[in-house]
């Protein structure tokens, strides 16, 4: 067997040189992720409909050394993403990595869910990730360029108890079914896709949550949430040339929270 031309051992977080977006960056995990990305040495795209909190992130970033560009963007609206990955293009080139991060929960049972909110489950959790992917993967081909693709699942997508967010849990499965469709799809073309499913870590979102149905850490092995920071290790192995050969894959990450 001859050598293989990778260093020893092939890890390195160095993302210079690559445009990655991040949905729902305004708070939350996705705030964390901005950040991380652009520690790492990506310009980052920092987008979501909070422009206030974007430009807020945007200037951290930049304080702390590092590249953003703050775009407004709603992911339930297709045209809004056409536009944000033109804008990115023309200020700060091809995007080549994606973190379909956005996402809403709906916190309610199925049978009285109004149609209203199910549309914005579906457009806010499935079907933007869906058009931001393929808008995204279109320009990386027809630009002969490969890239990295992460979408934010959930392990509510693994299993239900039926206390509310059924809706949440399917889209969530869903993402992961897209996960591994789009991965087979696009490795021809070097497009690896990977997500991430992270159980109950401390956010905006699980703040709301907690406020509706008291602290759910009692029931957990470690009595604890997740904190963002102990995803950046996944974020940055599945965005760097470590995991080239790594693509359809969903990576939990819930502190055994979850039944198995």
Known sequence: M?????????????????????????????RRFAKTLAAAGATVVAAARRVDKLDTLADEIRAEGGTCLAVPLDVTDPAQIVAALDTAQADVGLVTILINNAGIPDAQRAHKMSLELVNAVFDTNLRGPWLLATEFAKRLIDAKQGGKIVNISSMGAFSYNGNGAAL?????????????????????????????????????????????????????????????????????????????????????????????
């Not at 977080?13 to 977006?21: F, I, K, M, P, Y």
């Not at 889209?171 to 799809?185: D, Q, S």
């Not at 401390?202 to 997740?226: C, N, Q, W, Y």
């Open 2 to 30: 001859t050598d293989q031309p990778f260093p020893l051992p092939n890890v390195s977080n160095d993302l210079t040189g690559q445009v990655a977006l991040v949905t729902g960056a305004s708070s939350g995990l996705g």
């Open 168 to 260: 949440y849990s399917v889209t969530k499965a869903a993402i992961n079914r897209m996960t591994e469709a789009l991965a087979v799809e696009w490795a021809r073309f070097d497009i690896n896709v990977n997500g991430i499913a992270p159980g109950a870590f401390a956010s905006e979102m699980m703040d709301g949550m907690l406020s509706r149905i008291g602290d759910i850490t009692k029931v957990f092995p470690r009595h604890r949430l997740g904190d963002p920071a102990q995803m950046d290790s996944t974020l940055l192995y599945l965005v760097s040339p470590a995991s080239d050969f790594v693509t359809g894959t969903v990576i939990k990450i819930d502190d055994a929270q979850g039944a198995r």
